[in-house]
Nanobody, 128 residues
């Protein structure tokens, strides 16, 4: 079993920055594919970024150049540095992990249903 706990969400003004953290515990190791997703009420969960065992990263088009995903495998913590925040970045942010995606972490069309472990989410609100 793997447990994921997000933190770092909050309210920020347009153009501001936030850093989210995802602390992992249990049987997780560095081979897991990890990612960040976000969701607003009434919409599907959207992929934000993923990172694999080699620290190779993939980003959703809407966050490229503004967000940075990283992980500290020694501490089992994943981060999402969010800069130049926009109102459309508002949502509940979830971290996810999946060992079976170890070599498929950046596959086109990767969906939230491909991940088996999820945190409970942390809310990000960007206001103008």
């Amino acid at each position: 079993q793997v447990q994921l706990v997000e933190s770092g969400g909050g309210s920020v003004q347009v153009g501001g920055s936030l850093t989210l953290s995802c602390a992992a515990s249990g049987s997780i190791d560095s081979t897991y594919c990890m990612g960040w997703f976000r969701q607003v009420p009434g919409s599907e969960r959207e992929g934000v970024a993923t990172i694999d065992r080699y620290a190779t990263t993939t980003y959703g088009d809407s966050v490229k150049g503004r967000f940075t995903i990283s992980r500290d495998s020694a501490k089992n913590i994943m981060y999402l540095q969010m800069n130049s925040l926009k109102p459309e970045d508002t949502g509940m942010y979830y971290c996810a992990a999946e060992k079976r995606l170890s070599y498929y972490c950046h596959s086109p069309g990767l969906r939230d249903s491909d991940f088996g472990y999820w945190g409970q989410g942390t809310q990000v609100t960007v206001s103008s």
